[in-house]
């Protein structure tokens, strides 16, 4: 969906990344970081030696910092909207992403990214800043969602409210 919301919205005012699944076959091995730009580095592997892990996957923790704090912060620079897919358990392993987080969210940019349900101090830090609108999707309302948060979206960059 955030590649959607991304295409409908438009590349030219999205700036940010989105995760993807690395597969073999079947068989999730590992996740991606890819910026809308189509850049993309390699952030957990579960061939990874990395000693940290989250569950089977080692997470490359410098290099997901090093490529999101910049994609971040060039985005900021440019852009009207902000993505991050997704502020995760893996994701908060970088406190200096952490950071950047709370200060994009709070500083009344529009961004759109995904977080998860699941309780997580870091996490719900950024889940419960009064700027944050929560939506619960699932397989069978998010394409009903995706077109009013199109719409929703486009009518604040309109209002120059920003």
Do not use: W
Not at 38 to 51: L, R, T
């Amino acid at each position: 969906m955030i590649k959607k919301l991304i295409n409908d919205i438009g590349l030219d005012i999205c700036g940010g990344f989105y995760t993807e699944e690395i597969t073999n076959s079947s068989n999730r091995i590992g996740f991606r970081c890819v910026s809308i730009n189509g850049e993309s580095v390699e952030i957990a592997n579960v061939e990874s030696p990395s000693k940290t892990r989250i569950g089977r996957y080692g997470i490359d923790v410098e290099k997901f910092e090093n490529f999101a704090i910049k994609i971040l912060q060039d985005a900021l620079c440019s852009k009207k909207i902000i993505v991050i897919d997704e502020i995760g358990f893996m994701q908060m392993l970088s406190t200096t992403f952490q950071k950047k987080v709370q200060e994009i969210v709070s500083d009344n940019i529009i961004v759109i990214g995904t977080i998860p349900l699941d309780s997580h101090p870091e996490i719900d830090k950024i889940k419960y800043l009064k700027e944050v609108k929560i939506i619960s999707l699932n397989e069978f309302n998010r394409d009903v969602i995706s077109k009013f948060m199109v719409k929703d979206i486009l009518k604040v960059l309109d209002s120059s409210t920003l």
